[in-house]
């Protein structure tokens, strides 16, 4: 199929990166529509881990990669990311598009300080504030003052409309998430772009008609950083930010895992959470904080899968759930009495009605055939598939680049 989209369907940081790594196998050319490099996308490779914010991580594949104009570009993260990749022996083959805005330090200093919404402080909103208030400055103007970028820049929409074309694999980028959208996300707690698959349209300049594939992807649980309504938050947020980032936990790891799942499997709800944070490594890729953790939110997936409509999920980090006796799936929300079933405008006071399932032990983490899990992991995914009204075709058991089970139909 050429023209395929990857587009998280949660808060972000679902683990897409390792999808489109996966993908991009069989693409030609891999292009980013939105956000910036608020972004954070990691992708293990045998030993190497690669973290990238800007560039699409297909670059890692040596494959062809594109900017679109919908993406703010920080031009001094550009540099420094594709130093980084060429010094790791990666060649960077990439087009900016011409009309993409550019992030000064102007739109950083704005954000300074910002805790209203707990953004990535990476100039992303003020540099929206002014492409939208019409006083931006575009990649083909920064361009004449900085010359080391004439060569990078094009016309990205006019590339990949050729490439469909020629009948060539576009692999299209998602970054953030669908509840993350200025438009359908949980405003204001949102980022400044559209990360949804029609966000493309706009963000490279395609017709809606000449999108193939829609992949959704959606982690086996959901997280959220920064600020924001999460209806299935174990714990709070306050108390999650205390436990510090990656680099306070990493010292004594072991301990603080096998303590949380002992207690979590005594029933606290706030160390069931932390146990996927640790577990599944929840810390931030551009930031390093704490990711806020929870049970698998039904009612915003359907949302998701409304906007999306893909046609299939990639369901990620299922390993993570391993060891947890009981796993909850929200079915509805319950606010002052009514039962919701639709993902609603104003989701204060919305209390999760869940679902119990049974959980699993054994580490899933080699297991390539889907008959192969645990009747209960089987049945968990199953679940899934249900409400979610789509089929899983590809589940993660963990993060390299091998460890995932195709799930055919
Ligand atoms: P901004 O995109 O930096 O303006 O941040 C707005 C909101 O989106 C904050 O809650 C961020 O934590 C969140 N956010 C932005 N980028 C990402 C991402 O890649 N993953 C997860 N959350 C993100
Ligand atoms: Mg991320």
């Not at 292009?31 to 914010?53: I, M, P, Q, W």
């Not at 490279?204 to 086996?220: N, T």
Request: glycine share 12%; with cysteine.
């Amino acid at each position: 199929m050429p023209a395929t989209v990857v587009v998280c369907t949660q808060w972000g940081d679902s683990g897409k990166g390792k999808f489109v790594d996966y993908l991009a196998e069989d693409a030609d050319l891999i292009v980013r529509y939105s956000g910036g490099n608020n972004a954070g996308h990691t992708v293990v490779v045998g030993d190497e881990k690669f973290a990238l914010h800007l560039i699409p991580c297909g670059v890692i594949r040596g494959k062809r990669v594109a900017i679109g104009n919908g993406v703010v570009v920080n031009p001094h993260v550009l540099k420094d990311e594709i130093d980084y990749l060429e010094s790791r022996g990666i060649n960077v083959d990439l087009t900016v598009s011409e009309r993409a805005h550019v992030i000064t330090e102007k739109h950083i200093e704005k954000e300074r300080g910002e805790s209203r919404i707990d953004t990535t402080k990476r100039g992303i909103g003020p540099c929206y504030e002014d492409k939208i208030g019409r006083r931006g400055t575009r990649m083909i103007d920064y361009a004449k003052e900085h010359k080391e970028f004439q060569e990078m820049i094009g016309d990205v929409s006019l590339l990949v409309n050729e490439a469909l074309d020629r009948n060539e694999h576009v692999l299209f980028e998602g970054a953030q998430g669908t509840l993350l959208d200025i438009d359908h996300g949980t405003y204001p707690y949102v980022t400044s772009s559209n990360p949804i698959a029609g966000g493309i349209c706009t963000g490279v300049g395609i017709s809606p008609k000449r999108i193939d594939r829609i992949i959704g992807v959606a982690k086996a649980y959901v997280t959220r950083v920064g600020k924001g309504p999460f209806p299935t938050e174990l714990g709070t947020y306050e108390k999650t930010k205390a436990e510090g980032r990656w680099e306070e936990i990493e010292p004594n790891f072991e301990e603080q895992l096998e303590d949380a799942l002992k207690r979590a499997n005594g029933g606290n709800k706030y160390y069931q959470g932390k146990y996927m944070r640790l577990q599944g490594r929840e810390y931030g890729t551009t930031t390093g904080r704490a990711r806020r953790c929870g049970w698998f939110d039904s009612v915003a997936a359907r949302h998701s899968c409304m906007i999306n409509k893909p046609d299939e999920i990639a369901l990620t980090k299922l390993d993570v759930l391993s060891g947890l006796r009981e796993l909850k799936i929200c079915t509805a929300y319950r606010k002052d009495g009514e039962l919701i079933e639709r993902f609603p405008v104003e989701l204060e006071g919305c209390k999760p009605v869940y679902g119990t399932f049974g959980g699993w032990e054994e580490d899933i983490t080699q297991i390539r055939d889907f008959n192969e899990l645990p009747k209960n992991a089987q049945t968990y995914v199953s679940i899934l598939e249900l409400y979610l009204k789509a089929p899983i075709t590809m589940i993660g058991v963990g993060p390299e680049r091998e460890q995932i089970i195709l799930n055919q139909y």
